[in-house]
């Protein structure tokens, strides 16, 4: 017993003197940036990272400057935090910075899912072709018709008038991704459900479900992504992903009605290269994360800062009024549902300008390049910094450029115009020491990585919030609640969540 307790004593002696050594040996080199290898051997910052990204990041901004290198797991991450100096890491080319190193074993880790050579390539041709341009158009009717079912089905049955009292977070979510998913996954079929009524209630509850599931994955996403899960939680997300494997497989997803011909595209280029069926199904539970996990939360907060911000109420439900009207479209009992197509949606710059607003405040990603090759780094000011082979490069836009108030004075209110010239069109005259900073305000990313969905999502958002204001009377519960605090834990992953949801209450006006 005696010579086993000392022989695990002496593993782990050896670990920790290989870990620390790992760190130790690393030295600042001439011309590169500030090295900060962290309290820890190997971990070096991650804990004080995890703990909350933006306190971090800003504490090493204050003592290093622009650009510093810091350890996390083993990893060492140049951080460039001058936003003037983002073009300079969003157009390098990918033989010298590329985010497949550093995105494939993540997404392996997540998803258990293994690219293919030419999976990033696949995805944008279909991005491009169903999530953008006149793919759009085909998009947003299957947004409004999903939107419609869940939310209007008992309109003008009398029976939803009465106020009902939600958790905004949890409702705006629910709807946002289940609508979302009936886009783009496609629709129970008809012939298995015998009629359109039947069909159309099944999406509603089998959706539910769904939501109920993503919503436990969600939860422990961050710590799944840090890989930092405990023993219990690790089997929890092991039967999640069977679960997600199951209900998306490419069996059930190809046998629905309406199907996106994102998803169907993506899902045939895949088979198409000879791509393992049990891979295609993983595949599918990537494009539901991908689509689902950032809308719903930003969705909240939109609703919330309209309830709170009532100039901000005030203007958006002018202009939805308008657009409606300027298509002959009006909400009344007895009438048919309003529709809204994408053109009415691109007349909407308050509307757009409060939206932009909103993600500023709360879209929070890390974007992240691998370095393919030692290289030299241009700062905008001539600086010239030295980058190793094997390190990462960051920026994380949030604490760098969103939350600065040179660009962006008081940074932490909420202004709906914010993005608004005094004629009311897109402002993007944003200004650093002088000089126009074109990477203002980043919640889709930017490069090659940049989010593919944003157009769709962007529209989906306000389809939402447009007929939240054309069908519902809704108010918070308590007028005088506070905006909660962002959840810490989950900066780096895109659309932050609150760390508590807020009572609402809303009731149908027709
Ligand atoms: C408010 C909603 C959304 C936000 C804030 C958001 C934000 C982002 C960000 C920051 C990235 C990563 C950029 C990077 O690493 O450089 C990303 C990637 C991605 N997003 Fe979105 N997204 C949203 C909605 C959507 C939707 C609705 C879809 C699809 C329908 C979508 C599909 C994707 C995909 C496929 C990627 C991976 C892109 C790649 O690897 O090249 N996103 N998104």
Redesign the pocket.
């Known amino acids: 017993m005696t010579s086993l307790v000392q022989l695990l004593f002496a593993l782990i002696a050896c670990v920790l003197g290989a870990l620390y050594l790992l760190g130790a040996l690393r030295r600042r080199r001439p011309g590169e940036p500030p090295l900060d290898k962290g309290p820890l051997p190997w971990f070096g910052h991650v804990l004080e990272f995890r703990r909350d990204t933006v306190k971090f990041l800003q504490r090493m901004k204050n003592k290093h400057g622009d650009i510093f290198t810091i350890q996390l797991g083993g990893n060492y991450f140049t951080f460039i935090m001058d936003p003037l100096s983002f073009g300079a890491f969003v157009k390098e080319a990918r033989a010298k910075l590329d985010?497949s190193k550093f995105?494939k074993p993540l997404v392996e880790r997540v998803f258990s899912y293994i690219p293919l050579q030419d999976d990033?390539k696949f995805?944008?041709t279909s991005?491009t072709k169903y999530?953008m341009g006149d793919g759009l158009v085909v998009m947003t009717q299957a947004m409004m018709n999903n939107l419609q079912n869940l939310m209007l089905y008992s309109v003008g049955k009398g029976d939803h008038k009465t106020w009902q009292e939600a958790g905004l977070f949890s409702y705006s979510y629910n709807i946002v991704f289940r609508a979302?998913y009936l886009a783009?996954f496609g629709n129970e079929p008809l012939n298995t459900c015998g009629n359109l009524e039947k069909a159309r209630e099944m999406d509603r509850v089998l959706s539910e479900e769904l939501f109920h599931e993503f919503r436990k994955y969600d939860q422990l996403f961050p710590k799944l992504a840090y890989g930092v899960l405990g023993p219990s939680e690790r089997m929890q997300v092991m039967h999640l992903k069977r679960l997600f494997w199951n209900i998306l497989s490419v069996q059930r997803v190809c046998s629905r009605d309406n199907i996106s011909g994102?998803v169907k595209e993506q899902e045939q280029d895949r088979a198409d290269q000879g791509m393992e069926e049990y891979m295609r199904d993983r595949y599918m539970f990537v494009?539901l994360w991908?689509?689902?996990?950032?809308?719903g939360?930003?969705?909240f907060w939109l609703l919330l800062y309209l309830m709170k911000y009532p100039e901000a109420m005030r203007a958006v439900r002018n202009e939805v009024d308008k657009v409606l009207e300027e298509t002959g479209q009006k909400v009344k009992i007895g009438g048919s549902l309003i529709n809204l197509t994408r053109d009415m949606l691109l007349k909407t710059p308050v509307l757009d300008s409060t939206m932009e607003e909103t993600?500023r405040l709360i879209?929070a990603?890390v974007?992240?390049r691998g370095v393919i090759k030692d290289m030299s780094f241009v700062m905008a000011d001539g600086r010239q910094y030295n980058l190793r082979e094997g390190d990462r490069v960051a920026i994380f836009p949030y604490t760098a450029v969103q939350m600065d108030p040179e660009v962006h004075p008081d940074p932490n209110t909420f202004k709906y115009d914010r993005f608004l010239t005094p004629d009311g069109a897109k402002k993007t005259d944003f200004y650093k020491n002088g000089k126009k900073v074109k990477y203002y305000s980043?919640?889709?990313?930017?490069?090659?990585?940049?989010?593919?969905?944003?157009f769709?999502?962007?529209n989906?958002?306000k389809q939402f919030v447009f007929l939240m204001l054309t069908y519902f009377d809704f108010e918070l519960k308590n007028p005088d609640e506070e905006v909660p605090e962002i959840d810490v834990r989950r900066w780096g992953f895109?659309?932050m969540q609150p760390v508590r949801d807020v009572q609402f209450r809303y009731r149908l006006r027709f």
């Open positions: 985010f995105a990033h995805l944008q991005s999530l979302g783009l994102w494009l991908a689509s689902q996990g950032n809308t939360p930003s969705a993600l879209a990603p974007l992240t980043m919640p889709w990313g930017a490069g090659t990585t940049m989010c593919p969905g944003r769709f999502a962007t989906e958002m895109g659309s």
